[in-house]
């Protein structure tokens, strides 16, 4: 079975967009589904709903994997399970390091999704000479000091970084000058990286935030329609009861975080 190291996917050199990339995993994930539920075709409107797009946008992620289906009958799944896996590069091993295995990194390497989407867990690694030897879901840490030679020896190019984020981009240079083309980011930090590598950031605190901010929406649009209130009039008459700011300032008002915060924000 082919390294992660000397084969890398297609899909950039065939011209195929990021956003639809980015799509391809939520396709596969259905189409597994469908495919453990021994489902032989399936229509581009019922996967469409079942990786949480239209189908329009279905169809024309796929035109660029040369997948048009059949008119009448749809797409052959296990055809297309090869496919989108094929164009992931997930058809091959892909070792991966994971850097910093506090309470995120030993549960990310007891996460079994890994294994079964092609990618195996090479190494867990921490910067705590106590961590060094135990075993975690099976596989013993090692030291930092090693992380060089471990790149090298399991021909790794994908590394996850789950450290402190005042350690990270530490981290990160290490992971390049060794050979590592491709990091997953959990730690808090974004991080610099030079052209040829990628970054893919996952943080929990953000997606969350989101969240509450979708949450904060409902509960303001569910306290208006009880209310009858038009939120909409209700921030113009404010606005318009600011007095102007004096000719020539620029932006007096409270302090904040990050500085002085204008009495008004431009829209």
Known sequence: MATGRTHRPATRSRGIPEATVARLPLYLRALTALSERSVPTVSSEELAAAAGVNSAKLRKDFSYLGSYGTR???YDVEYLVYQISRELGLT???????VGIGNLGAALAGYGGFA???FRV????DADPAMTGRPVA???????DDLERIIDEDGVSIGVIATPAGVAQQVCDRLVAAGVTSILNFAPTVLSVPDGVDVRKVDLSIELQILAFHEQ??????SNAESGTDTGADAEAAVAAVPPAPRGATGA?????????PAVMPA
């Open 72 to 74: 009448g009958v749809g």
């Open 92 to 98: 091959q091993d892909w070792p991966v390091v994971i």
């Open 116 to 118: 079964s989407r092609g």
């Open 122 to 125: 090479a190494a867990l690694i």
């Open 138 to 144: 099976g596989i013993p840490v090692q030291h930092s």
């Open 217 to 222: 929406r409902k509960a303001g649009e569910e």
């Open 253 to 261: 008002g409270r302090k904040g975080p990050d500085g002085d915060v």
